[in-house]
């Protein structure tokens, strides 16, 4: 039987893997071992290490969990001295990973890296680095294998997993029972994040907006999906903030499909967002000595996945100073003009992402490196 060793550092990207997983197992035998969380535990996977011990924003963040990164690099290392696997699979989180990659070639371990890191948005000498360490890239947004293949990297894209698993799971009608929202009502979703130190930053500034929006907008529900991996004890000290915020466990999907607003931290969610066509506002800030040192790094415009896609800014963006005036603004302004006013813009990043089994064409770019 194959041995694969899968590393991933959030849950994002355990998400994505626990999917490839899934794949991969329909058309080959193989045992897993790695960094991950529950999901790739329910999959058979031999966890080592669990990522939220490890999952972290910016660069001084690092800081606060630097023994557990380096607990979870020796732990790895170890691991693949030991075990020399077949394939070594990388998901996302790039500053922990191309570490392991650099060490998994000295072993002349196979790697594969799925969801690569933005090389088009940070240093370019990532990319050289990849090249010398990463045997296979599989690209999910559509401009990256040209990017990619430009510096010399083996690239495929397969297309982006959410156009084909992002949909609300319930009818509107049966969501909104089960929620609470009547008829006539405006309804927001507010995404502070899937990390505790996310939901820290943003959440006061979202619900001073909400308090905002809501003396001019006459019925409002506003609902808060919580992230799978984030204890509900983390909005404690927001509780008289959220008295009128519906907190729901997960259906995310569902929430900003059938949202007139969303307001969302820079993220996947995003992208869920545009998949579904609801109007949207992005939000993100980080410690002031990650942001500086960010601005000199990041080569990009835009930092939310629509704009980038789209080249242009469909959804409002407010970065690191994030008021909660401006925000209510222009939520309401959203809200005036409706999901129509966005329609060809999420149509076209649609377009550009294309339809695929992102799944199933990565687990095929796999298979192949087992067949090796």
Known sequence: MRHIVLVTGELSGEIHAAELVR?????????????????????????????RNISLTGLSEIFSKLRHIKDAYR??????????????ILVDFPGFNLKIARFAKKLGIPTVYFIPP??????????????????????????EKQLYEEYGIDASYVGHPFVSTVRPANTKEAFFKKTGIGKGCTVITIM????ENEIARHMPVLLKAIEKIKRQVGRLAVLLPLADNIDVSALDSFREGLRDCTIIRGQSCDALAYSDLAIVSSGSATLEAAILGTPTIVIYRISLFSYCIARM????????LPNIIAGKEV?????????????????????????????????????????????????????????K
């Not at 790094?297 to 939310?304: D, E, G, P």
Request: charged residues 30%; aromatic residues 8%; hydrophobic residues 40%.
């Open 23 to 51: 794949s991969i197992k329909r058309s080959a035998a193989v045992e897993l071992s790695g960094i991950g969380g529950q999901r790739l535990r329910d999959e058979g996977m031999n966890t080592i290490c669990d990522y």
């Open 75 to 88: 732990g790895l290392k170890k691991h693949l001295e030991q075990t020399r696997p077949s394939l070594l």
């Open 118 to 143: 933005q090389i088009w948005a940070w240093r370019k000498k990532r990319a050289l680095m990849i090249k010398q360490c990463v045997d296979k890239v599989i690209c999910v947004l559509p401009f």
């Open 192 to 195: 502070p994040g899937s990390r």
């Open 297 to 304: 790094l990041v080569t990009i415009k835009h930092i939310s």
């Open 315 to 371: 959804f409002p963006e407010f970065i690191q100073h994030i008021p909660s005036e401006k925000i209510a603004e222009k939520a309401i302004y959203m809200i005036n003009n409706g999901k129509d006013s966005i329609k060809k813009d999420t149509d076209e990043i649609l377009a550009r992402l294309g339809h695929y089994d992102s799944y199933e064409r990565a687990k095929d770019i796999v298979v192949e490196f087992l067949g």
